[in-house]
Nanobody
Framework: QVQLVESGGGLVQTGGSLRLSCAAS????????MAWFRQAPGKEREFVGHINRPGDSTYYDGSVKGRFTISRDNAKSTVYLQMNSLKPEDTAVYYC????????????????WGQGTQVTVSS
C-alpha cells in the first residue's frame, strides 16, 4: 500500500503559477505509476496527466498540455505538478493517484488516492 498527501494548493490570479506536491509513504514509491486528476464542483473527476516509474515519460490531457508539467523525485517519494498560465477553468480540487500496473487516464484505474488540495484561479 501507499499513502498519498497533496500540498501546495491555494488562490492564484489568472496567468499565475502554482506547484503542487504529493508525498508518498509506504511501499517503494518507484513501483508506482503516478497521476494527477482534478474535480471541479458539480463535475466528474478528470484526468490531468501521468508519469511513468522512472519519471522520463509523461502524458497530459489536451486542456493542460503545454501549461502543466508533472515530475517526480523517487528519492524523496514525491510527485509534482507545476501549473503555469493558470485559467479560471483550472479551478478544482487536485488529487494525486497511484497504481502499479500501467498508465491510465481513467480515475477508476487508480487504486490509491490522496485527500486532494484546492486550487482556485481568480479572474
Amino acid at each position: 500500500q501507499v499513502q498519498l498527501v497533496e500540498s501546495g494548493g491555494g488562490l492564484v490570479q489568472t496567468g499565475g503559477s502554482l506547484r503542487l506536491s504529493c508525498a508518498a509513504s509506504g511501499r517503494p514509491f518507484s513501483s508506482y505509476i503516478m497521476a494527477w486528476f482534478r474535480q471541479a464542483p458539480g463535475k466528474e473527476r478528470e484526468f490531468v496527466g501521468h508519469i511513468n516509474r522512472p519519471g522520463d515519460s509523461t502524458y497530459y490531457d489536451g486542456s493542460v498540455k503545454g501549461r502543466f508539467t508533472i515530475s517526480r523525485d523517487n528519492a524523496k517519494s514525491t510527485v509534482y505538478l507545476q501549473m503555469n498560465s493558470l485559467k479560471p477553468e483550472d479551478t478544482a480540487v487536485y488529487y494525486c493517484a497511484a497504481r502499479l500496473d500501467f498508465p491510465g487516464i481513467l480515475a477508476r484505474e487508480y487504486t490509491y488516492w490522496g485527500q486532494g488540495t484546492q486550487v482556485t484561479v481568480s479572474s
